[in-house]
């Protein structure tokens, strides 16, 4: 004979999974060549929804909502709110201490990120202020961003 309470458990623990899952992460689709090598046109990744910048470190790829073009994009995390950010040559600069994990290409500019917002580039540097990082569309609100690839 059929347990009911038990399959109801199962049913109700399950369900409580799959919309816990629902709440907390996202799957999504790579699209584009912005971010490669790294990242795949095609590839499949599972986002953690979260805006809290404690779970950000600088290098995270995240996705935000891009207003442009309505639709979520995935960029690298450079520098966080009130960071002095400068590029020389493409070598970074926070805070005037030198950042040697990445290279921009040959560009120079210097910013100072606003409160409540990140700067992103993309890993495709032959992209990179062609497409929507902040090297083309300036800083990412907090309130955009989406989460952060699951590692």
Request: hydrophobic residues 40%.
């Given at each position: 004979?059929?347990?009911?309470?038990?399959?109801?458990?199962?049913?109700?623990?399950?369900?409580?999974?799959?919309?816990?899952?629902?709440?907390?992460?996202?799957?999504?689709?790579?699209?584009?060549?912005?971010?490669?090598?790294?990242?795949?046109?095609?590839?499949?990744?599972?986002?953690?929804?979260?805006?809290?910048?404690?779970?950000?470190?600088?290098?995270?790829?995240?996705?935000?909502?891009?207003?442009?073009?309505?639709?979520?994009?995935?960029?690298?995390?450079?520098?966080?709110?009130?960071?002095?950010?400068?590029?020389?040559?493409?070598?970074?600069?926070?805070?005037?201490?030198?950042?040697?994990?990445?290279?921009?290409?040959?560009?120079?500019?210097?910013?100072?990120?606003?409160?409540?917002?990140?700067?992103?580039?993309?890993?495709?540097?032959k992209t990179n202020a062609k497409n929507c990082d902040?090297?083309?569309?300036?800083?990412?609100?907090?309130?955009?961003?989406?989460?952060?690839?699951?590692?």
């Amino acid at each position: 004979m059929l347990n009911f309470k038990k399959l109801m458990s199962t049913f109700v623990n399950n369900s409580f999974n799959i919309i816990y899952f629902k709440k907390k992460y996202i799957k999504i689709q790579i699209s584009g060549k912005s971010m490669e090598p790294n990242f795949q046109e095609g590839e499949t990744y599972i986002l953690r929804k979260t805006k809290s910048i404690n779970l950000f470190e600088r290098f995270d790829p995240i996705i935000f909502f891009c207003n442009i073009h309505n639709k979520l994009h995935l960029k690298r995390l450079l520098a966080f709110p009130d960071e002095n950010l400068t590029v020389k040559n493409g070598k970074i600069y926070i805070d005037n201490n030198f950042i040697d994990s990445f290279k921009l290409g040959t560009i120079n500019f210097n910013i100072i990120v606003s409160k409540n917002s990140f700067f992103t580039f993309s890993d495709n540097f032959k992209t990179n202020a062609k497409n929507c990082d902040s090297l083309s569309i300036g800083p990412i609100k907090n309130s955009q961003i989406a989460g952060k690839i699951f590692s």
